[in-house]
């Protein structure tokens, strides 16, 4: 079948000999891709920032599809359903799932303490292989995938399986209050999303910070909000103390993560020499911005190794700091909802729709942020 192949950093083909996957376990599905996409955490794999991402792996973690095979233990969904797949995989029966923490089971990736399993996203959250491929496994079936509503677009449903519902955690666990000012470091869909989503909570003015101007235009147009350049700032952290009445934001959310751009040192030791989990700049900025006793969001993916923090501004400002992987299961009832109602419109986002077969291209074009790119779904050609 044709697959996305990583071949190292930098290095990614379309490869027409990739095997076709196969029902390993009672409660496995196969499913016939029909949209997936290429998330901006994709690319922390692509320019080799994160630990044991082999070559050969097949990378895709939002995907959806039609069930062609199901294992004998399946009964939530059967062969002809229209599914799209959280991008956590979750066996729905472990100390963290029954607290619907779906980003943490243990049993998906019982070899880790630090991450649960993820589609495609290294052997650091459980090798599994992902959905950039027109076929792919997908484990505990009776857990995970959800049946696509017939009103439903298929751009909508696949932007429903990570990054809708990761930018609306990311305002989640803000928790944000009638009228608090949010400020959202990184305007790549998660961060345009979160931006949109605090509204939803009750934020009385939210603003955006990024370098790319392009991205600020759209997220300004897509979710309302306040938009600023960090390029043009002397010190991001100072003006957002003077655009506050000096006392920072209540709530910072940190939609940026590993390749933070913005600090030298940071970059050199996270980005080029690989000395810490990624450049932890938008995380500085999110704890010097916030008030004293506000809260740190955090989404952006670092990697599971150790990162400068200032931990002290932590401790003397009595920030509370939330981090997770979504968990989308739980999320999913009230993303549909909100899609149906009009009040996310996550298609939106979708600025490319590129054939799988030239993965390698979307990879640079959005690696790039050539043409505008904000957010980029592949079509196999058998969809």
């Not at 294992?71 to 729905?92: E, H, L, R």
């Not at 003015?205 to 990024?210: H, P």
């Not at 990697?303 to 401790?315: E, Q």
Request: net charge negative; aromatic share 8%.
């Amino acid at each position: 079948m044709l697959a996305m192949n990583y071949r190292g950093p930098f290095r990614i083909r379309a490869d027409r000999d990739r095997p076709f996957p196969e029902i390993e376990h009672p409660e496995d599905a196969i499913v016939k891709v029909t949209r997936s996409c290429i998330c901006g955490s994709d690319l922390h794999l692509y320019h080799g920032l994160v630990p044991d991402t082999r070559v050969g792996t097949t990378f895709g973690h939002e995907f959806i599809g039609e069930v062609v095979d199901v294992g004998a233990s399946v009964t939530k969904v059967k062969v002809g359903d229209q599914v799209m797949v959280p991008f956590n995989i979750a066996c729905g029966k472990c100390a963290f799932c029954r607290q619907e923490m779906y980003g943490m089971c243990h049993e998906a990736n019982p070899q880790s303490t630090a991450a649960g399993g993820i589609f495609g996203y290294s052997h650091t959250t459980g090798g599994y292989h992902g959905g950039q491929a027109e076929y792919v496994r997908v484990p505990y079936a009776n857990v995970g995938p959800t049946v696509i509503p017939d009103w439903m677009h298929p751009d909508d449903a696949v932007l429903l399986t990570d990054v809708v519902p990761t930018g609306y955690q990311a305002a989640e666990m803000g928790g944000i209050q009638e009228g608090d000012t949010v400020v959202v470091f990184g305007a790549g869909p998660i961060g345009i999303m979160a931006a949109k989503s605090a509204w939803l909570f009750g934020a009385g003015r939210v603003i955006v910070i990024d370098k790319l101007d392009y991205r600020l235009e759209f997220v300004k147009e897509f979710a309302q909000c306040e938009v600023y350049n960090f390029t043009a700032l002397e010190d991001p952290v100072v003006f957002i103390k003077k655009i506050t009445d000096s006392l920072g934001a209540d709530v910072c959310i940190d939609a940026v993560g590993a390749e933070a751009a913005g600090d030298t040192m940071n970059t050199m030791l996270g980005r080029k020499l690989l000395m810490q989990g990624g450049s932890t700049t938008a995380l500085h900025w999110a704890i010097n911005s916030v008030k004293k006793g506000g809260i740190v969001s955090i989404v952006g993916v670092y990697g599971p190794i150790d990162a400068l923090v200032p931990i002290g501004n932590v401790v003397n400002k009595g920030i509370t700091i939330r981090a997770s992987q979504a968990s989308v299961k739980r999320l999913l009832p009230k993303m549909i909802e909100h899609v149906k109602s009009g009040a996310i419109k996550p298609k939106e986002m979708i600025t490319h729709r590129i054939p799988l077969e030239e993965v390698a291209e979307g990879y640079h074009i959005f690696s790039n942020k050539l043409d505008n790119c904000i957010k980029t779904v592949l079509i196999p050609p058998t969809a």
